[in-house]
């Protein structure tokens, strides 16, 4: 998979390919990401790729044609046939929140994409409107740039591809997943099985698999009601909760919203 970022500051990227279990999507080629910095297709003395926005205010805005300089370099660099064309993303909080389902795709279809990693205020809306396909967001909150949003991505993603974790099975549990209906993780717990006091659940001990599933599905849609009811909403209008299921969420409280 084949992932061109565009951004000012591509030295951010390189220490996290060379840490974590993620560094293996990059050392087997898994992932190939090709960094480009935004101001090499910058002219005059400065090379500047902003300027002061029109109608006034506070900051800067990135300019269209540097970005557009730096995406016709990519497209050509690429030479993907009409039709075939990783799209071109732009992280911003106009875009659409990243997903599991979003990540997974990514991952299983090797499409690979063109990410912008957009600075100060924001980009020229023109270039945005004649160039990019997808926005995406990583929550309601503003980064000073889009460097970190990208990585977070390629984080998700990496991890998803086949070799990159030691246990293939391993993300298959992990929270969203469709396996677990779409709810988060149950809590997890390690030796020793007793720690300031405390002991580990019976259940977990126990030997049993069927009484450590039903464990881990109690605490998962517990775990789940208190801190994202959204989650258990989506899980109802797909059929994943049981009856019995109910009567237990009928007892949990959800923690207020802040």
Known sequence: MRIDVITLFPDLFEPFQRQGVVRR????????LRLWRLRDFATGNYRRIDDRPFGGGPGMVMAAQPL???LTAIK?????????RAPVVVFSPQ????????VSGFASANQGAILICGRYEGIDQRFIDRHVDQQWSLGDFVLSGGEIAAIAWLDAVARLLPGVLGDADSHGQDSFNPSLDGLLDCPHYTRPEVWEGVRVPEALLSGNHAAIAAYRRHESLVVTARSRPDLIEAARRSGSISPAEEGLLA????????
């Open 68 to 70: 557009t300089d730096a």
């Open 95 to 102: 875009g659409e929140s990243i997903t599991h389902q979003q």
């Open 251 to 258: 007892t949990v409280k959800s923690r207020p919203q802040t």
């Open 25 to 32: 999507a990059y050392d087997s080629g898994a992932i190939e």
């Open 76 to 84: 050509a660099d690429r030479a993907e046939p009409e039709g075939q």
